[in-house]
């Protein structure tokens, strides 16, 4: 191996430097994906919040705005980029998986075995370490004693020239030389042995421990360079893979602003905001060089009969209205909405009568359920007392009652804005006026005071006393007609008190004659006298009809 030509042990220290500064790289990159995942969840968050912030509320004017195409495309690209930031999400969730997990995992593999391996390298180099003392201690020993025994044998040799000595000190001295020659070949012995073995250690050390060493170190140490490039890898791939799903996001957003339609907007506008006025006619030429012929012209606000009052008259134009400028009266809206425009009037209405309708709808469901539950106690009357709940029926009958007299009122001032009734006429009224004592008026002004008898806008309101006066003169005008013929007569069934406006009290038994039928209201008009007419509701009187009077309706 590369690495384990290097035959100096201080290489174990640079290799465990580096070792552990690609360990450090490796938790640095996980520190790095780390934080992408935080900024790619805050990014999420932080869209999903913003597309959350523009959503319209529910049940709010803001929601029924989104009824235009520009709108609705709006709305698409809300949702999509709520989706778009979910595949950020996804990034997260995916990095976070496939990488920090994963290096995690990896990091403390690597340190093991990056632990093993200096451990086994540096019990490699302990053990030579040993064997180098051991053959320096054998190598120190057998020199001392080849030195021993040189002494030995010259001390030997001393006495036995000396003539002086002994024979007994010279046999002493010669075994003791031999007993140190001897010595110095046991240490030469051992020594040969030892050096032969450590020769043998030195090779294996540096022809096999080592580099097997070197070797896992170098395969550990290169298997994280490539864990490193496999991350970079999979951190693109991740991106890549949500980037199908973001284009689809983008798409949409395209398709949802293609699909935006300037007429179809348009025409919304046209239908929401229509009044339904007619425009006005021309304004005559008045000359007022002839004062003693001058005549009134048709659209002037001139007085018709000299009294100070405007001439009004049903059809067609509307007498001296400027319509596209009239100022709309401020403060509360009136029940019956006759301060707005025709088109506008007639959509409030109808949106009243539709409430009105699902809500008489929930009480006769909670009607019907009221009269299952009293079946029940009756069948079981462990169960409850069916008694108990007759209140709460009572109530919930009166409450539908009511509701369809208020549905009947609506629908009554519907069927005027429609053309189905003549314009505020006494049937609108008497509806209008059988409800002024339960649902008193928030304003001062009657429909009459607001509206020419056209369906048209009063002027401006400071102008209010002059629009009294036209309808003053409007009832004038009805004062001024033939009384309508009798068409029948008919008998009180019971006792009437009529207090409000347009009606009129009947005592049971009382005959009197009837001038104008049920138009399905409820209310049938009859006559006392010349000087005593009215409406009555049509369930206390028994209506007998005249076939051949003028007006009657043949019933076959």
């Known amino acids: 191996p590369a690495w384990a030509t290097e035959r100096d042990s201080d290489q174990f220290d640079n290799l465990e430097k580096h070792t552990q500064w690609g360990i450090d790289t490796l938790e640095k990159c996980i520190k790095f994906v780390k934080e992408r995942t935080e900024i790619e969840l805050s990014y999420a968050k932080q869209l999903r919040n913003l597309s959350k912030k523009y959503q319209p509320k529910k049940n709010s004017k803001e929601e029924e705005e989104y009824k235009y195409t520009s709108c609705k495309a709006f709305i698409s690209t809300l949702n999509e980029m709520n989706d778009y930031a979910g595949q950020h999400e996804v990034i997260s969730e995916n990095m976070a998986s496939q990488i920090i997990v994963d290096l995690a995992r990896y990091v403390q593999e690597l340190k093991q075995e990056r632990k093993s391996n200096f451990h086994d390298g540096r019990k490699a180099q302990q053990h030579i370490e040993t064997c180098w003392k051991q053959l320096e201690s054998s190598k120190r020993r057998f020199e001392r004693d080849c030195k021993e025994a040189d002494r030995a044998q010259q001390y030997f040799e001393k006495m036995d020239a000396d003539i002086n000595v002994t024979k007994a000190d010279v046999e002493k001295a010669r075994q003791q030389a031999q007993i140190r020659h001897q010595m110095a070949e046991d240490s030469k012995a051992d020594y040969s042995s030892i050096l032969q073995k450590f020769n043998h250690e030195q090779h294996e050390y540096y022809h096999t421990h080592i580099p097997n060493i070197f070797q896992k170190i170098q395969e550990m140490e290169e298997r994280r360079i490539v864990r490193i490039g496999e991350s970079m890898k999979t951190y693109a791939e991740v991106d890549r893979q949500v980037i199908p799903i973001i284009g689809k996001c983008l798409d949409g957003i395209v398709k949802a602003a293609e699909s935006i339609d300037q007429k179809n907007d348009s025409q919304l506008v046209i239908e929401a905001y229509k009044s339904g006025f007619e425009p006005p006619g021309d304004i005559e030429f008045e000359d007022y060089t ?60 109808q949106q009243k009568v539709d409430e009105l309708s699902k809500e008489i709808q929930k009480e006769m469901d909670q009607r019907d359920a009221i009269t299952k539950m009293k079946d029940v106690y009756l069948k079981n009357p462990q169960m409850g007392d069916p008694a108990s709940l007759d209140h709460k029926l009572a109530e919930v009958s009166q409450n539908i009652e009511k509701l369809r007299l208020e549905t009947q009122k609506f629908e009554a001032w519907l069927a005027e804005v429609e053309g189905r009734l003549p314009a505020r006429s006494e049937q609108a009224r008497r509806q209008s006026g059988l409800y002024d004592s339960q649902n008193p008026p928030t304003v001062n002004n009657c429909a009459q005071d607001r509206e020419s008898p056209d369906g048209s806008y009063t002027e401006e309101q400071s102008q209010e006393s002059e629009v009294k006066v036209l309808a003053t003169d409007f009832d004038d005008e009805f004062d001024d007609e033939e009384p309508l013929p009798a068409i029948g007569t008919c008998k009180a069934l019971y006792t009437f008190e009529g207090q409000n406006e347009g009606t009129i009290s009947v005592v049971e038994g009382e005959t009197l004659y009837v001038i104008e039928e049920d138009k399905g209201d409820g209310w049938t008009r009859i006559r006392r006298n010349e000087d005593e007419e009215g409406y009555v509701p049509t369930s206390y009187v028994e209506v007998y009809l005249d076939k051949n009077a003028k007006g009657a309706k043949t019933y076959i």
């Not at 009239?326 to 009037?345: C, M």
């Open 290 to 349: 002839q004062p003693m012929k001058r005549t009134v012209s048709d659209n002037s606000l001139s007085n018709s009969r000299g009294e100070g009052k405007p001439d009004l008259k049903f059809g067609g134009k509307s007498k001296g209205k400027l319509w596209p400028f009239i100022k709309k009266n401020k403060g509360a809206t009136p029940e019956d909405f006759s301060n707005l425009p025709p088109e506008q009037r007639r959509k409030k209405l």
